[in-house]
Structures are given as structure tokens and as C-alpha cells.
DNA sequence: CAACATTATAACCATATGGTTATAATGTTT
DNA sequence: AAACATTATAACCATATGGTTATAATGTTG
């Protein structure tokens, strides 16, 4: 990978709330209406990080009924040498929003 | 590492002249005048460049003589998680450097 | 079909980023 | 001391970034 392709690709990943997010998928995957009310900002907001992630091919997605579910392109991330490992884990924020009955149920 | 520590320091990497300056410091230390002729930007962008990295704690700075050596902190390297060992080798362009008179000898 | 739910896009805004030139600061050499 | 060499800082500029609100696009449900 050349400077420039790798450069692109870690400022996709330079960002509180995309770094969040890939945490979050490391556990999950998760569609757009359930990742914003972990975030204090709007779903456009949340929409154009998952492009932002999309674009550098670190998330995959895949349309289930009305939701657009995102999941962790882990081949990449093995590519690019970054291991994402030990990130703070988020499992306790996903069981609350579970407990709020604001995960999504579609299989 | 939380979040928003994590996403300023690869922030800090996500450029390509700045992951250049990686590549050549996991060979050699180097002083700004010698990095300088490697990229087609005046020597204050590259000041500012080597500012950035050693903000982000991902390089060391030395001054000798006139001179200040930058060297890389491979445990910060280490502590983010992030292998730039895949880097292209830029052993080349210090050799054709060298062969300019453009490297400082000041031992 | 109509209303609703979810996601994406458009247009906009404030701030960050990466470059420039000019100049200051620091150290060396004559 | 004066001239030179190296590096950092200041002031500025164009573009990128990350947010907003409004609205379009897509799929579901009554």
C-alpha cells in the first residue's frame, strides 16, 4: 500500500465517532437507527461516518428489510496493520440499548 | 487509550508526507534540512509537519549544533497498536540524498 | 394507496488542515 | 561583530472535515 492509499484510509479511521463505531461492530453488527442514540449527534451525522467508512472499505453493508446493516471489513483493517484490539470495550452500552428495546430484531 | 487520544494521534499519521517521514526515520534519524529536498513543500510545511508528530508524542527531537535530529518513538508506535513496517522502503531516495552532499554528518 | 420508518443526500456553516511567504530565533563561522 | 545556516513561528489562504436542518429515496404496514 502506498503513502497516499494508507494516509486516506487512517483518516477514515481519525475520528472519535468512527473509532466508536468500529468498536462497536468489533461486538456486532449494527444498522444506522441503532448506532445514533449512542451518539449526541443527528442520523445524517451517523449516515455520512458509515459512507466515510464505506468508502474506505473498513465496513461492509447489507440491506435487511427497511435497515442498512454495517459490519467490520476485518480483512482490511488486517491489511492496513492496525489492530484495533484494545479499544475500550462497549458491550455495556450495547446491553442498555437492548434494555431500552432500541436494538434491532430482523432475522 | 480512550476515543478521542486514539483518533488525534492517528490523525497525526494520516498524512503521506507525514508517513513518508516515518518510512525514513525506521532507517535513519534525520534533521529538517535533510527532509527537506525528499518533498516538493517549503521547509516552515515540514517544520510544522515534524511539530505535528512530535505533538502526537510519535517522534523525539535532538539538537546538535545547528541541526535538530528527529528520531522515531517506536514504543509509541507500539502502544497504538499500528505496524508501519509495510511501508515502502525509502532506502533509495536517502542513498541518491547521500550521493548529493544533502546528508549532515555531525559526529 | 396512505402513513410511517429508516437511510441517504443536499445545502449550508464553523473550524481544522496543509500549504504559502516573511521573519524571528538559535547556533556557527569568519 | 557580521554574515551565514538551520529551524520555528506568524499571518494568511484554499480546501477538507464534521456538524446542522430540510428533504428525497426506499421499504413496510395499516
Redesign the pocket.
Known sequence: MNFDQL??TL??L?????LKIIALLQIRD???????PL??????????????L?NADLVK?S????????SLNRDRLNEIGISLTNLPDLSEELRQLEQQGLL?QCD
Chains 1, 2 share one sequence.
Open positions: 494516509a486516506d483518516k477514515a481519525s475520528d472519535p465517532t468512527r449494527c444498522c444506522v437507527c441503532e448506532l445514533v451518539f449526541e449527534i443527528s442520523q445524517p451525522a451517523v449516515s455520512k461516518h458509515m459512507s466515510r464505506k453493508e440491506r435487511k428489510g427497511m435497515w442498512v446493516f454495517y434491532v
